[in-house]
């Protein structure tokens, strides 16, 4: 069960990057599981850049704040990083010949260190064979270490090479193979991790392609968006994909036009949706509450990032919660969701665009940096039983003259037309407006449109979608966590039971309406709650405690929050440091 | 087959006695008549405006939309929907001010729509500020004392630079050839604009000199060069279809095999 | 002490808000107080209309829910009313012959009434001198008998009419005096309002004029705007004037410019701002964060309308205040200040604009369209001690090579250089950045600056500006409010106390940050606590909720919220009805 | 007096080797050495891209604001400030797509800015998408696979068309050129319009190949119609000032006496 993180700086040109994204799908070819992240500073090319591959015999859902074997290609810049690759006394270093001077602040420290730095030629190696890709003999080299130098090797190398043509691909394998041939003359001092029997044919994916394989076989079949860190990915994935679907993806002139054109496919009954990141989001309020008051379908994706205004584009924080939920002008409910891990990007996706069409509003999504832009080995995904428009043809149809598209029904959903639909002809309004669909600024018609907007939303705080719930029999604490956290409360959990400290973590997925009465029920026996989020506001925190009455919250034992901003990712190891230093935990 | 007046939907309009609007609408339902427009597979799409109330009053499917978003929301409509019959329309406010990016946008995507502009050259709706048409030295709103002191936009030279395929002006005054017009421009493929000089007889009641300005040209050209000569002499009340050149409507058709989305995540 | 209140509807041209204005204001001339409410159909000119004036002896800041006098012009529409106009038994009614046919829901109830309807012939009265305008001879003839159809009609008519040229004029006030001299035949059937003796030259303004005045006398000296109701005639109103003092207003194309433009004039050094109503606040969203961010002064003043979405444009809701406190994204605190009563709107204003150049971040004042559109008789105002520039200007100079605009300092507030100030040259950014402006995605340099934007503003929450208490010695009842519910809780504690039950109320001037412990201490030695505000959701309630620590909210008494959203005006009654439904009350 | 250099601010721009937008930034400090800018006087707004970066490069005041919306951001500040020298800049993504609307109503409301576009047919920042300046049919971005397969934006045209002062094209490879052309653009009263082609060799590394493709125009009218002309019939390499009619910048001023704000409440 020994899990390992590697990671591997360099700056622009020395393909650290196009390494960790080899070495994971070698890795997985001979049955490891892994985790990789991508890190860049604002340089488009040539700035600095660094991955972090984690690999073990299981799935792998969340990073570790250890890290086990440094690779450097160079060391410049090395200390913008500091914060994302924290070296420990037992990090084992290996750096090539032709990585520069170490960083001042380090080298003292790496001398006196428990594990030494190797220095090994890897530089030399590629040249020997008239290529400048010392990445490819440091690949070679650390994938033999880990016993994937063979064929899972070479696919990873195809994979990644092949449009560059036969040559260069040549190249590589052999430049590969004499990296994998120095590691019988300079052995690495650490036991590989161990391998698993990684499932049939893994997957391999980001978040934010899951969350668009989520959309698209969920029926989304048109998308609008403008370009933004970090959710362009998501976009790019399904460009390349839903006109085969019979769909359309367009790009647009701004987030203004985006979001209204998905509102404008969704009344045309084509789930639609559109994807982006705090700036944008913060762009789309007013349409949303027009999808909200015109009773529209939509499905917004905000990968979010470090805020506020442009704030840092490339890095993850759970910052923009408040502005999900509370963001609209007037009462205006909607949904939204959070996923909970890269595969739960899939499923949170997929629940959300049925919810859309289902309920007829808008359905946000909320993912993030980290769980959009990292990539992991993962079992295949099942199929999913979420359909927008099944959901949407179990409407009743209009019944001509009396149809009323509006109408105050006890659930709170009308039947909705669809244009080319005879008898079924109204005109969507944002205005207020009564059943049959003319405005109106009567107390009456407001009063019962803006209950019946409510209530069509409130039977879903019972879904059983609503949260995933990590019980242990013992547990007398509980960890409260909400999106791309989960995965990494889950690792604290499990380190915490090796310590003796049964801890429950429940991971809230349906963040509006809030699923309360589920969350009561996961704290009522515990002697502590945890809630852990990764903003500096606490949004999540206050939000819950917003939700209850006095009565609840005085039943309720005692809520300790832990909240931080990004970047830094959050690791299982600060969570279990709040766990031990609750009062009486 | 319905008679023009068949397309009226019964909700009464809100707009003051003798508004332009009123007149836009007829076109509108006598172009539905002569295109044989069944009311279900219509749409009209609007912002916010006196002008933008306008789907309301048909028998058709509409939506009242925000201010300054009916054509993205349209051009959603349509490229989701490529067989509705979708109509943008709203203001001179909602077009040009607000919605200026998305009609440069929306001119230069060429979805197969029609747009049409009430233009009165003022926010009839928030009670007669000046809008982008307004004449630069209209000195009737609190807010710009002193007028707007600025250039009114020229929407039709815009949406030729823009690459809009059709262009044409019509007027209040004369629904009959705005109704010839409108059915013009429905039957031309790609994005066709149509400003409709409509008065706003509330906060420019000097419009009503409009009838008596306006002049038909028969200027119909589909070279660029020549259509922005004409344009840039405009005394802004030429009528008429001053531009069409058609081209193949976006999004244009792949072909695409169907692709099992799970693919490339195999290893 | 006798207050009184009296309606009038009538369809377009029937000129009833002229009417009502014309009353009002000769009221005044006569020592009157007073308030005015104008409400119109969506219709431009020709739908209906209806204003109400309530007069009395001192100065009166809301309305109440009973009608005393209804004066019909016309029917017709009538019933589109019925919700804001709500007729009792004892509501006397008069109607011009002419008012056409009763509604028939009324007709029936109409005739079985305590007070008849009295019908006289005001349009033939203005026949008779060849005017169609039957409101002026109404005019004279309620001018008459609240003792006020001298020298105060005069003048009030000539105020109205005098850019008609003479002539008119002229014809208005022999109408009028024909109508005045009808009183003499036909008495109205109950006895006239109290006048008072007022101010010694009193004050007629609407909220969003004084909203207007308090940025101007602040400093406020750039207005960006995009036209939007309710909120247009208050930059109408500085447009008229700005220039006088050196400023400019701008139309923008669009709110996004318009909020763009502020903060370019912000940086300038110019005290700058932009007003809105929600749908416009909602696409403000993203560049209030970046004021936020980088740091510059920004007054946003939203005076609500009824939402979501376009919602009802023309009539009053609280229902903004989750966009305005929750509303950017990423963890962006900023400043939320709620206006009080139509005088308030002149204080608060101009406090936060002091606030948004003192504290170098976004303010957002809270008004809304009862506030803003009423018209109200009141003392003069007072100057007040807020001056943008002042305390701009006592920041210290940027000092050379050293300069670090975005310096950590214990305030939380860094030293603003302007531009043309030597030494000073820095690039403001929306992007994280370091302490010398230099973008950063460092996790050090974020926590910094999150925790330096947060500490800033927390002071505030002390400030004595927070809110206003109206306390009675015994009382156990705490009625809190927020915004335009202030004068409407105080007129309930007034009429409570006449029926013995004594409450303190609350309104709460500064929304965010909150000030939690003068709350706290308000609410100590409470037996109730009552929340009222106007919009659906409670908003506002949750809120307060969100910002209590489980000690702190175990300790408070019970709290009861009743929250309801507009086009109704709240009333007097409806909150005393719920005081007097409290549990132990 | 500075030398061009002492402009710089000594922040290490994040713009990879070759990128067109270095010549930009020592075109700006030429042009400032030229034009003896006081450091402190100018101000340099922009919007978000890499383009955008630029203001930090710079040893003068600068707002880095959000993306789409620099032009406003100058405006503001220049309408408050008419003291300082305002230039307003970013890329074909910020001012063309997002920003759209902003730069029609700045080339009509005329206020005294430079507003300079460091044009690369591409979002280089967001790497590589396609912007509404970026060929038809380039198919370089996975978000549009086909290309964007509508026609490019003509920014000088649209310029024109809204009522811009002062319209011309530089050229990256060309730095004293361009300084040139900046010194010009902040002598001109009112909206100065200056388009660059500024190659993106990351994303768009044909783009290289400009250098042979421009070709210096000396068109310079002051007729619209000619411009027009002339603009229309472009293939998009012109180099030079292709119009330049001066009128009074907005706003004007207006004589006011000094007010009682307090007065109109008196009753
Ligand atoms: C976001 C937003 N901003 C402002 C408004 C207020 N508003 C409503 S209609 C309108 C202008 C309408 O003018 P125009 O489009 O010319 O239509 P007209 O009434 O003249 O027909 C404005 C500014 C709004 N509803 N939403
Ligand atoms: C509201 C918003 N939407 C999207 C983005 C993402 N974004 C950042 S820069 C950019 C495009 C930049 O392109 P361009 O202006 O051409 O500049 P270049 O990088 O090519 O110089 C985009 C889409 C953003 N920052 N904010
Ligand atoms: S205000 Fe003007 S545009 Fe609006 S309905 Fe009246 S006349 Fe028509
Ligand atoms: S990505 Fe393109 S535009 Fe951006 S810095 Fe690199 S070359 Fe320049
Ligand atoms: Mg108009
Ligand atoms: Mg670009």
Redesign the interface.
């Known amino acids: 069960m020994r899990n390992l993180t590697i990671a591997m700086t360099g700056s622009g040109g020395t393909g650290v990057v196009a390494l960790g994204e080899m070495l994971l799908?070698a890795a997985?070819?001979a049955g490891y599981y892994g985790i990789l992240r991508k890190t860049f500073g604002p340089q488009i090319r040539g700035g600095e850049s660094a991955a972090v591959v984690r690999l073990g015999p299981r799935p792998l859902a969340s990073f570790c704040g250890e890290i086990d074997l440094l690779l450097v290609l160079d060391w410049s810049h090395f200390q913008r990083f500091a914060d994302e690759i924290p070296l420990s006394a037992s990090t084992l270093i290996i750096e090539d010949v032709a990585a520069g001077a170490r960083p001042q602040q380090l080298a003292s420290e790496l001398l006196a260190r428990e594990q030494g730095v190797q220095v090994l030629d890897f530089s030399g190696l590629a040249q020997a064979q008239g290529s400048a890709h010392s990445n490819i003999a440091l690949l070679g080299y650390v994938a033999a270490w880990l016993g994937c130098d063979g064929e899972p090797l070479q696919?990873a190398i195809d994979h990644r090479l092949h449009k560059q043509g036969a040559e260069v691909v040549a190249l590589a394998h052999s430049v590969a193979r004499a990296g994998a041939e120095l590691l019988q003359q300079a052995p690495i001092n650490l036991q590989p991790p161990d391998a698993g029997a990684a499932a049939e044919?893994?997957?391999?994916?980001t978040g934010n392609?899951l969350a668009g394989?989520g959309a698209?076989?969920a029926g989304i079949?048109?998308v609008?968006a403008y370009p933004i860190t970090p959710a362009s990915d998501a976009l790019e994935w399904m460009a390349g994909?839903i006109?085969?679907?019979g769909g359309?993806l367009?790009q647009?002139?701004?987030e203004?036009?985006?979001v209204?054109?998905?509102?404008?496919?969704?009344?045309?009954?084509?789930p639609?949706m559109t994807a982006t990141s705090g700036p944008g989001l913060a762009l789309m309020s007013?349409?949303m509450?027009?999808a909200v008051a015109?009773e529209t379908p939509l499905l917004v994706l905000d990968v979010m990032r470090g805020g506020p205004s442009t704030g840092i584009p490339t890095k993850s924080e759970q910052s923009d919660f408040n502005l999900a939920v509370y963001g609209l002008h007037g009462d205006a409910p909607h949904v939204v969701v959070a996923a909970l891990s890269l595969a739960d990007c899939h499923y949170s996706v997929a629940w959300a665009t049925q919810l859309a069409s289902e309920r007829q509003t808008l359905v946000l999504v909320l993912s993030d940096q980290f769980l959009g832009q990292s990539m992991q080995v993962l079992p295949?995904l099942p199929s999913l039983p979420f359909h927008a428009e099944l959901s949407r043809a179990s409407l009743p149809p209009p019944a001509g003259a009396d149809y009323f598209r509006y109408l105050d029904t006890d659930s709170g959903i009308s039947p909705m037309?669809l244009?080319?639909?005879?008898?079924?002809?109204?005109?969507?309004?944002?205005?207020e407006h009564s059943q049959s669909?003319?405005?109106s600024a009567r107390a009456q018609d407001h009063e019962q449109q803006l209950a019946k907007r409510q209530r069509k939303l409130q039977s879903l705080a019972a879904s059983t979608q609503w949260g995933e719930v990590s019980a242990l029999p013992q547990a007398r604490i509980l960890i409260l966590c909400w999106g791309s956290l989960f995965p990494v409360a889950l690792e604290a959990q499990q380190r915490l039971q090796e310590r003796g400290t049964p801890v429950t973590v429940v991971g809230v997925r349906l963040l509006a309406p809030l699923p309360l009465e589920s969350l009561l029920r996961s704290m009522q026996d515990m002697a502590q709650v945890l809630l852990v989020e990764q903003n500096h506001q606490a949004q999540f925190a206050h939000y819950l405690q917003s939700q209850l009455t006095q009565a609840q919250r005085a039943g309720l034992p005692e809520l300790t929050c832990y909240s931080r901003p990004g970047p830094r990712l959050f690791t299982p190891q600060e969570i279990m440091q709040q766990v031990e230093g609750l009062p009486r935990a | 087959m319905l008679k023009a007046k068949q397309y009226k939907?019964g909700?009464k309009p809100?707009?003051?006695?003798g508004c332009g609007h009123y007149s836009v609408l007829n076109a509108i339902t006598k172009a539905f008549a002569a295109l044989e427009q069944?009311?279900?597979?219509a749409?009209?799409?609007s912002g916010?405006g006196?002008s933008s109330?306008l789907?309301?009053y048909l028998?058709?499917?509409?939506?009242?939309?925000?201010?300054?978003?009916a054509?993205?929301?349209?051009?959603?409509?349509?490229?989701?929907?490529p067989?509705?019959n979708v109509i943008a329309l709203g203001g001179d406010g909602d077009g040009f001010?607000?919605?200026?990016?998305?009609f440069?946008?929306a001119c230069?995507?060429?979805v197969d729509l029609v747009y049409v502009v009430m233009d009165n050259e003022v926010?009839?709706?928030?009670?007669g500020?000046?809008s982008?048409t307004t004449p630069e030295h209209w000195q009737h709103?609190?807010?710009?004392?002193?007028g707007?002191?600025?250039?009114p936009?020229?929407p039709c030279?815009?949406a030729?630079?823009?690459?809009a395929g059709f262009i044409a002006r019509g007027h209040s005054g004369d629904p009959n050839g705005l109704a010839q017009m409108l059915f013009a421009a429905v039957k031309h493929p790609g994005f066709a604009f149509v400003q409709v000089l409509s008065q706003c007889v509330?906060f420019c009641p000097e419009q009503v000199q409009w009838k008596e300005q306006v002049h038909a040209e028969s200027v119909g050209t589909d070279n660029?060069?020549e259509a922005?000569?004409f344009l840039?002499?405009d005394d802004g009340f030429a009528k008429g279809i001053f531009y069409c050149n058609p081209r193949t409507p976006?999004?244009?058709p792949?072909d695409?095999?169907?692709?099992d989305?799970?693919e490339?995540?195999?290893?």
């Not at chain 1, 080319?420 to 969507?428: C, D, M, N, S």
């Not at chain 2, 001010?97 to 998305?102: D, L, P, Q, V």
């Not at chain 2, 709103?141 to 002193?146: F, G, I, N, V």
């Open positions: 799908r997985a070819g696919s044919s893994p997957w391999l994916a392609q394989l698209l076989e079949r048109f609008a994909r006109e085969s679907l359309r367009v647009a002139e701004d203004l036009a985006a209204n054109m998905a509102i404008g496919a969704g009344f045309g009954g084509v639609a007013e349409a509450g027009l015109s295949p037309a244009p080319g639909q005879p008898g079924g002809e109204y005109t969507a309004d944002g205005l669909a003319v405005p | 939907s909700v809100i707009w003051c006695p069944s009311p279900e597979q749409v009209l799409v916010i006196c109330r789907p309301a028998n058709s499917y509409g939506f009242h939309g925000v201010h300054g978003r054509l993205p929301l349209a051009t959603g409509l349509k490229v989701a929907r067989d509705l001010s607000i919605g200026g990016n998305h440069l946008h230069r995507r060429n926010y009839g709706m928030t009670k500020q000046a982008p709103s609190k807010l710009t004392p002193h707007p002191e600025v250039r936009f020229q030279a815009l030729l630079a823009a690459g509330t660029p060069a922005a000569h840039h002499s976006w999004p244009l792949h695409s095999q169907a692709t989305l799970r490339g995540f195999r290893l």
